[in-house]
């Protein structure tokens, strides 16, 4: 296993003309509207000209294709399995953003011999090349199925809202990450805020605290605004960015959006793509 975890750190080595942003979605816990902002940003990228992908990796509750409106009848168990090509999974959504369901994948990549290891790790290189942005969907809380994907990535969006528990659980996380992987990129983002300065008030709560005990800062990811049309578009079965386009949400959401595309500058140079970021995955699954 040991040479088998070599050989797929020299395959990563290897560089790309070009990388994907990978940016987890996550929450220290459920009903903060995770899945909603992770569909919800990542259509808010493609409209600023960025190819997007979205990965639904939340294994016990995947809904953001009840979000999207598009049904997949494969995922990423199917890759893994040899069973389909990257490509032949992939669904074409809303504004031509992509989508990839993530199924049990994660536990799936530990059991993979060397060939198919080395196979499934190049198949991502085509994604890093097609691709600004890979969107994850986590599911939320500090479990084991979660942190495989949160400590995957090089740029993690916490999500919290005012309520103390929320912000408490979102605390958790942070320091979780830190802990474990000191190097990524953490934004808190406040969902569900009154006005705007709800959002940046639980934000310097957490960051003093982060800076503290931790010994770090954090980074400011935004608001949205707590908005009605948000619950009516998960009934319509429809992103809000796209049924309520003028919204108080989207016009928040999409702030957000143009603030991570101003960060690109910065996170460049700490950008490893997807293909490092699978990599990563089977590292963690066989470490136990």
């Not at 979605?25 to 509207?33: D, E, H």
């Not at 979205?54 to 509750?61: E, I, N, P």
């Not at 619950?231 to 999409?254: D, H, W």
Request: net charge positive; aromatic share 6%.
């Amino acid at each position: 296993m040991k040479d088998q975890a070599e050989s797929l750190r020299q395959l990563v080595r290897r560089r790309l003309p070009q990388t994907s942003r990978t940016i987890a979605i996550t929450s220290g816990k459920g009903g903060v509207g995770k899945t909603n902002i992770s569909v919800n940003l990542a259509l808010s990228l493609v409209r600023l000209n960025k190819k997007v992908a979205l990965l639904d990796a939340d294994l016990g509750l995947a809904n953001a294709d009840i979000v999207l409106g598009v049904y997949p009848n494969y995922n990423l168990t199917h890759v893994l399995q040899g069973e389909k090509e990257i490509k032949n999974i992939i669904l074409e959504g809303p504004l031509g953003l992509h989508v990839l369901a993530g199924g049990s994948g994660v536990y799936d990549l530990a059991n993979l011999g060397q060939w198919q290891l080395e196979r499934f790790i190049r198949s991502m290189e085509q994604l890093d090349q097609e691709y600004d942005f890979l969107i994850i969907d986590t599911g939320a809380g500090i479990h084991r199925s979660v942190l495989s994907f949160v400590l995957s990535v090089d740029e993690v969006i916490v999500v919290t809202t005012p309520e103390p528990t929320s912000i408490t659980d979102a605390y958790g996380m942070v320091k979780t990450i830190i802990q474990r992987t000191p190097e990524t990129n953490i934004r808190v983002l406040v969902n569900m805020a009154a006005i705007p300065r709800d959002g940046e008030i639980v934000f310097q709560k957490l960051n003093t605290v982060v800076k503290q005990f931790l010994n770090r800062n954090i980074l400011y990811g935004g608001y949205i605004l707590r908005d009605p049309n948000v619950a009516r578009s998960v009934l319509e079965q429809e992103p809000f960015v796209l049924a309520y386009p003028v919204s108080s949400a989207t016009r928040s959401i999409e702030r957000v959006a143009h603030t991570l595309i101003g960060d690109e500058v910065d996170t460049k140079s700490q950008q490893k793509g997807i293909r490092s970021f699978f990599s990563k995955m089977y590292n963690y699954t066989i470490r136990k």
